[in-house]
Structure formats: structure tokens, C-alpha cells
Nanobody, 122 residues
Framework: QVQLVESGGGLVQAGGSLRLSCAASGRTFSRYVMGWFRQAPGKEREFVAAIAWSGGNTYVTDSVKGRFTISGDFAKNTVYLQMNGLKAEDTAVYYC???????????????WGQGTQVTVSS
């Protein structure tokens, strides 16, 4: 059974940084894409970034490009989201997700973590 466990959320001042981690277990993820999504209060969940385990390609949505970076330690089955220059509008619950695919997509993910809260104070 696939398990995705996020960690690293918290309260940070605007302009600060956080690094989220997602530990994946339950199967071999060599042909999976790992993604980060977020959901702010009263808003729909939105795609943030993704990394393809096969090849290491990454994609980051325009609204966080230049501030957020996704990376992975494949030996540890762990994916990271480095968030710099945080803004109040980045406040949300951040979710890790996995998709059985070798091509990055912003939708159609198969497995989800429980989420970790990120709060940015202005």
C-alpha cells in the first residue's frame, strides 16, 4: 500500500523559507511522478510542482517559479519542496501526491498524503 507522509510545514514570516519533505513507501517509484499541491482556505486545490522519478525532470507552476524548487532523493524515496521568498498568499495546506506515469502532469494523481500546513505571516 502506498503511503506518502509530508513534513516540514510550519509558521514562517514573509520572506522566509521552508523545506517540505515527502517520504514515500509501499512500492517501487521508479516509474512515478511525484507532485506537490496546495489548498488555501476557501480555494480549490492547485498544482505547485512535480518531478519525474525516471529522468528527474521537474516542472514548477508559474506562480511560484523562481521561489520554489522541487527535488528528490531517490535512494531515500523522498521528495522535497524548497520554498524561498514566502508570501502570505502561499499560506495553504501542502499535499504530496504520486502518479503512475513517467511524464509530468498537473492532474490525475493516484495517491495523496495527509498534508502539512504552511502559514506565512505578513
Amino acid at each position: 500500500q502506498v503511503q506518502l507522509v509530508e513534513s516540514g510545514g510550519g509558521l514562517v514570516q514573509a520572506g522566509g523559507s521552508l523545506r517540505l519533505s515527502c517520504a514515500a513507501s509501499g512500492r517501487t517509484f521508479s516509474r512515478y511522478v511525484m507532485g506537490w499541491f496546495r489548498q488555501a482556505p476557501g480555494k480549490e486545490r492547485e498544482f505547485v510542482a512535480a518531478i519525474a522519478w525516471s529522468g528527474g525532470n521537474t516542472y514548477v507552476t508559474d506562480s511560484v517559479k523562481g521561489r520554489f524548487t522541487i527535488s528528490g532523493d531517490f535512494a531515500k524515496n523522498t521528495v522535497y519542496l524548497q520554498m524561498n521568498g514566502l508570501k502570505a498568499e502561499d499560506t495553504a495546506v501542502y499535499y504530496c501526491a504520486a502518479k503512475a506515469s513517467t511524464r509530468i502532469r498537473t492532474y490525475g494523481y493516484d495517491y495523496w498524503g495527509q498534508g502539512t500546513q504552511v502559514t506565512v505571516s505578513s
